[in-house]
């Protein structure tokens, strides 16, 4: 019997790439980040962002009759949800790119999302972990501290910069579990645009009371505002969403451990970041245990 050779179509082959897609357009989250701080404090660089990002969103649930949420106890866990991960998740990262930290070292903690969440699954809510997911879990958190103890120890960041991804990934973490318990059926149009508008207005009480408010509208920050406000917020997360839909779930989520290492990667050429051998040992360790992690779970 003749060997048939199947051809895959343009469309089939952009489909089975878009996984690999996402996790590199996830990774330029914190490229942009870095990218756009020079020329604007965190605060009110988010608090524009996610003032757009909720205009756009409204345009689009009003165009689309988007049904809005029924209950005022619905909009109370939707703001509940916005402000604890996009004002405290994704505002420590800024924060922390802010004062010196490396954007490979922010995404390295942020993609801790799954250990923590898989440790809070078992500690809090009695699930049982596999002997392989223990060791996810001491490689992804033993290989984070590693590199931040290294990049201390080189002067790259301070201590209070540090610390502040970390409790955006405290906070990424207890938002996801909130949201999946209390918002589990809410549109995804005008959801996000309740979580978007909530976080708008955190971040601007944030900007009027702690910062200046001042940006410079320069070349690089107009291009970073837009690739994060229309690539990023809207862009990446329909894709997200779109992947999961089609059934693509497993294989998104085991590509997102690979955000780290591209982060670095990138912030290599842009910004010269670099990892030590020490640092690097740590990256890897910790990018395969949360691997180790993911899987599992």
């Given at each position: 019997m003749p060997y048939k050779l199947n051809i895959l179509t343009p469309s089939q082959i952009w489909f089975a790439a878009m996984p690999g897609v996402l996790a590199?357009?996830?990774?330029?989250?914190?490229?942009?980040a870095k990218f756009g701080l020079p020329y604007a404090e965190p605060a009110t660089f988010l608090a524009y962002r996610y003032a757009l990002v909720a205009a756009i969103l409204f345009i689009v649930s009003t165009l689309t009759k988007a049904p809005w949420p029924g209950s005022p106890i619905?909009?109370?866990?939707?703001?509940?949800?916005g402000l604890?991960?996009?004002?405290?998740?994704v505002g420590g990262v800024y924060y922390g790119i802010s004062l010196g930290v490396d954007a490979g070292v922010t995404a390295l903690i942020n993609g801790l999302?799954?250990?923590?969440?898989?440790?809070?699954?078992?500690?809090?809510l009695g699930e049982r972990a596999s002997t392989m997911q223990w060791v996810g879990f001491i490689m992804g958190l033993g290989g984070t501290v590693l590199v931040i103890w290294r990049k201390l120890d080189l002067g790259v960041g301070t201590p209070l910069g540090m610390s502040l991804p970390v409790?955006?990934?405290?906070?990424?973490?207890?938002?996801?579990?909130?949201?999946?318990?209390?918002?589990?059926?809410?549109?995804?149009?005008?959801?996000?645009?309740?979580?978007?508008?909530?976080?708008?207005?955190?971040?601007?009480?944030?900007?009027l009371s702690l910062e200046t408010g001042t940006i410079e509208?320069?070349?690089?920050?107009?291009?970073?505002?837009?690739?994060?406000?229309?690539?990023?917020?809207?862009?990446?997360?329909?894709?997200?969403?779109?992947?999961?839909?089609?059934?693509?779930a497993s294989r998104v989520s085991s590509l997102f451990f690979l955000v780290p290492p591209i982060t670095a990667i990138i912030s290599f050429f842009m910004f010269?970041?670099?990892?030590?051998?020490?640092?690097?040992?740590?990256?890897?360790?910790?990018v395969i245990g949360v691997a180790l992690v993911n899987r599992k779970a």
């Open positions: 590199v357009l996830w990774s330029t989250g914190f490229i942009g619905t909009y109370f866990h939707l703001s509940v949800v604890l991960m996009q004002v405290v998740g999302q799954p250990v923590l969440v898989a440790i809070i699954a078992v500690s809090l409790c955006g990934l405290l906070a990424l973490s207890i938002g996801l579990t909130y949201q999946k318990k209390f918002c589990g059926e809410m549109d995804l149009r005008t959801g996000m645009f309740v979580q978007t508008t909530a976080a708008a207005i955190g971040m601007w009480i944030i900007s509208w320069s070349g690089e920050f107009i291009f970073a505002f837009i690739w994060l406000t229309v690539v990023l917020s809207l862009g990446a997360i329909t894709l997200l969403l779109y992947l999961i839909r089609r059934g693509q010269d970041e670099t990892f030590g051998p020490i640092a690097f040992t740590g990256m890897i360790v910790a």
